[in-house]
C-alpha cells in the first residue's frame, strides 16, 4: 500500500516536471494542468485520499491539451509525443488507485447469490441436526458463528454484499437459536 502511494507522487511529480519543460511550457492550460497535478501529489503526500476520478480528470484534461497541440504541431512532433507519454502515466496512475480495496467496486453475481447459499445453508442443517442429537446448543452455535464471521470477513474483502449480508443473517438466525 505504501509503495503504491509512492509510485503514484513519483509519477505525479514526472508529469509535472514534464510539462514545466521549455515546449510544453507555452500553453497555458498545461501550466493550470502541472499545477493540478502538483495539488493532487501534495494532497496524496499529505496523506489525503484522491480518487481514481481525480487522476481521470487530470489525464482527460491532458488529452484535450494534447488534441489541441496536434492541431498546432501535427501528430508526430516531440509535444504531441510528450503529452501522449504524460497522459499514459496518469491513466496508469489511475489505475494503480483503481486496485486499492477502498475504491474497488462493491459487485455481486448469481455465482455469489449460489456460493453463499451452498457455504450457509448446510450448517444450519448440521446445526440442527446436531441439536435434535442433543450436543450442547453453546458450543454448536459458537461453533457456527466462528464460521459465519469467517464467511462475514471474506465476504468484505472481496466486496460481497450479498455474502455479508447472508452471514449477517446468519447470525439472526443463531441469537435466536441461542435464546430459544
Same mark, same amino acid.
Given at each position: 500500500?505504501?509503495?503504491?502511494?509512492?509510485?503514484?507522487?513519483?509519477?505525479?511529480?514526472?508529469?509535472?516536471?514534464?510539462?514545466?519543460?521549455?515546449?510544453?511550457?507555452?500553453?497555458?492550460? %498545461?501550466?493550470?494542468?502541472?499545477?493540478?497535478?502538483?495539488?493532487?501529489?501534495?494532497?496524496?503526500?499529505?496523506?489525503?485520499?484522491?480518487?481514481?476520478?481525480?487522476?481521470?480528470?487530470?489525464?482527460? %484534461?491532458?488529452?484535450?491539451?494534447?488534441?489541441?497541440?496536434?492541431?498546432?504541431?501535427?501528430?508526430?512532433?516531440?509535444?504531441?509525443?510528450?503529452?501522449?507519454?504524460?497522459?499514459?502515466?496518469?491513466?496508469?496512475?489511475?489505475?494503480?488507485?483503481?486496485?486499492?480495496?477502498?475504491?474497488?467496486?462493491?459487485?455481486?453475481?448469481?455465482?455469489?447469490?449460489?456460493?453463499?447459499?451452498?457455504?450457509?445453508?448446510?450448517?444450519?442443517?448440521?446445526?440442527?441436526?446436531?441439536?435434535?442429537?442433543?450436543?450442547?446448543?453453546?458450543?454448536?452455535?459458537?461453533?457456527?458463528?466462528?464460521?459465519?464471521?469467517?464467511?462475514?470477513?471474506?465476504?468484505?474483502?472481496?466486496?460481497?454484499?450479498?455474502?455479508?449480508?447472508?452471514?449477517?443473517?446468519?447470525?439472526?438466525?443463531?441469537?435466536?437459536?441461542?435464546?430459544?
Amino acid at each position: 500500500m505504501r509503495n503504491s502511494k509512492v509510485q503514484l507522487v513519483s509519477i505525479l511529480r514526472q508529469v509535472s516536471l514534464s510539462l514545466n519543460t521549455e515546449p510544453l511550457r507555452q500553453f497555458i492550460s %498545461l501550466r493550470e494542468i502541472a499545477e493540478e497535478t502538483d495539488h493532487v501529489a501534495a494532497r496524496l503526500s499529505g496523506g489525503k485520499r484522491v480518487t481514481p476520478a481525480q487522476i481521470y480528470e487530470l489525464c482527460a %484534461l491532458l488529452w484535450m491539451a494534447r488534441m489541441k497541440a496536434v492541431e498546432v504541431y501535427g501528430r508526430h512532433s516531440d509535444v504531441v509525443m510528450s503529452l501522449e507519454r504524460q497522459t499514459d502515466l496518469l491513466e496508469a496512475a489511475g489505475n494503480v488507485l483503481k486496485q486499492r480495496w477502498f475504491y474497488r467496486p462493491w459487485g455481486s453475481s448469481k455465482a455469489s447469490v449460489m456460493l453463499t447459499g451452498i457455504l450457509v445453508i448446510p450448517v444450519f442443517l448440521v446445526l440442527s441436526g446436531l441439536l435434535s442429537a442433543g450436543y450442547s446448543g453453546l458450543l454448536c452455535i459458537t461453533v457456527s458463528g466462528c464460521y459465519f464471521s469467517g464467511i462475514a470477513a471474506f465476504s468484505l474483502r472481496a466486496k460481497d454484499p450479498v455474502g455479508l449480508c447472508w452471514s449477517v443473517f446468519s447470525f439472526i438466525l443463531l441469537y435466536l437459536l441461542l435464546k430459544k
